[in-house]
């Protein structure tokens, strides 16, 4: 064989082994924190718009209660992706800007078990203040 093919295919197992780490490792863990966050905060600014909206329709209640169950989900992956998946020096920077996904899915958790609109509102600005929005 070609020592110069035996090279290059050497050189490409490596570039493509360290693109591999890099995205899997690295890239993908903080993609999906931030799609998780994006989707809770998507939730949470419907549902606190929605409450204090005097007479909702059938719709907008269905739509809350499916937004509620919601809640728990992205509460379990929030808490999932921040104590599993993040490497240690996104997690140092989150700590460095005081952004707390840990204690915004504590948050999230005890608003999916809220049924008082005061308490809402305030599990509500919890969660704003822990993941900075």
């Given at each position: 064989m070609d020592p110069q093919l035996i090279i290059g295919a050497a050189i490409?197992?490596?570039a493509g082994s360290f693109i591999y780490i890099v995205i899997y490792f690295f890239v993908y863990p903080i993609y999906k924190y931030?799609?998780?966050?994006?989707?809770?905060?998507s939730d949470l600014?419907?549902?606190s718009t929605s409450i204090c909206s005097e007479d909702p329709d059938e719709s907008i209640r269905n739509e809350l209660t499916r937004k509620i169950t919601l809640f728990k989900k992205h509460a379990l992956d929030l808490g999932e992706c921040f104590d599993c998946l993040l490497p240690n020096w996104y997690?140092?920077?989150?700590?460095?800007?005081?952004?707390?996904?840990?204690?915004?899915s504590k948050n999230l958790m005890a608003l999916y078990n809220t049924s008082n609109l005061n308490h809402a509102?305030?599990?509500?600005?919890m969660i704003k203040l822990n993941l900075k929005i």
């Open positions: 490409s197992f490596a931030r799609k998780i966050k994006n989707q809770a905060v600014i419907f549902y997690k140092l920077m989150l700590q460095k800007r005081k952004e707390s996904p840990g204690d915004a509102t305030a599990r509500i600005n």
